[in-house]
């Protein structure tokens, strides 16, 4: 049984990355998650250049915490090779010789789902889950529904899927209204993700519109997903959405409508979701492997 709320890997070691907080802040951070019951963990090899897996894999190896995850991290290659070198990175840098779900990250651009497949990415995951290095295989995206159903339509039985959820999706390119009912049709799991719109408090939806964070995190929890990563930074943000996640009653139906409806204006052009539209929010491995310009 996973966590209604999993612990995102970027951002829980972002303010030792790039703000120079010692390094016991975000591993406190880590372990206070676990004690609080959090079980489900997530990160990816390219998260602040290997960083995040490195300070993650030494906060669970103390005092055996690996065995008290379910583990997550990201693949960034689609070749056969490059994924076996991202997986013993990952594996390595975690302390751990097994990863509970592998996802093939950022499926963002149209010939992703293509790529992972001729190139034999999706062989290096199905050799490692033969291997025991990998339980599960899925994959992650940001960018269009459209692209999530071309890699479902591949031939292979994904186990997951991790992908936008937020109260701005149901009107833009929705993830949560094309993609979460397919998976469940096929009894693999949807994962959300970008509950704010980005980061928290920094999260577009949250600065431009002015919403409760407890109402947009009880709204993401309502809906049909196994889990939902939430970029928590530090100890407040974990308590706060402990709380609601303690404290969770599901939205009805009209309590929904009605917050979607206040939203639907701003929402239907997608000014507050531009990592759908644009490859400003796409990782700079990726950019690079498409050819685009990295900032």
């Not at 008290?68 to 302390?95: A, T």
């Not at 928290?200 to 964070?213: A, E, N, S, T, V």
């Not at 052009?269 to 990295?294: C, L, M, V």
């Amino acid at each position: 049984m996973l966590s209604i709320v999993c612990l995102g890997g970027w951002h829980s070691v972002a303010r030792t990355a790039l703000e120079g907080v010692e390094e016991k802040e975000s591993i406190r951070l880590m372990h206070a998650a676990i004690d609080e019951g959090i079980n489900f963990f997530d990160n990816a090899w390219d998260y602040h250049e290997g960083f995040c897996e490195e300070v993650m894999g030494r906060a669970l190896a103390m005092d055996h915490r690996r065995s008290k995850v379910f583990l997550m991290s990201k693949n960034c290659e689609r070749d056969y090779e490059g994924s076996k070198r991202n997986l013993e990175d990952s594996l390595r840098r975690l302390q751990t010789d097994y990863l509970d779900l592998w996802m093939f990250h950022e499926i963002n651009y149209d010939n992703d789902p293509d790529w992972v497949f001729e190139r034999g990415g999706i062989r290096a995951a199905m050799e490692a889950r033969e291997a025991g290095k990998v339980r599960f295989i899925g994959f992650t995206g940001h960018k269009d529904p459209r692209i999530h159903a071309k890699m479902l339509a591949q031939p292979f039985d994904w186990d997951a899927a991790l992908m936008p959820i937020n109260v701005m999706d149901a009107h833009y390119r929705s993830f949560l209204n094309q993609i979460v009912p397919a998976l469940r049709e096929r009894n693999a799991a949807p994962f959300g993700m970008k509950g704010f719109g980005g980061g928290w408090p920094h999260g577009r939806i949250l600065l431009k519109m002015g919403l409760d964070p407890a109402e947009l995190i009880r709204f993401n929890l309502s809906q049909p997903t196994v889990s939902h990563v939430i970029g928590i930074t530090d100890l407040d943000q974990l308590k706060f959405a402990l709380n609601v996640a303690r404290n969770f009653q599901p939205m009805s139906e009209a309590e929904q409508d009605a917050l979607l409806s206040r939203v639907r204006t701003e929402a239907g052009d997608g000014r507050y979701e531009a990592f759908k539209s644009t490859n400003e929010f796409d990782g700079p491995h990726h950019r690079r492997q498409h050819d685009f310009a990295i900032a």
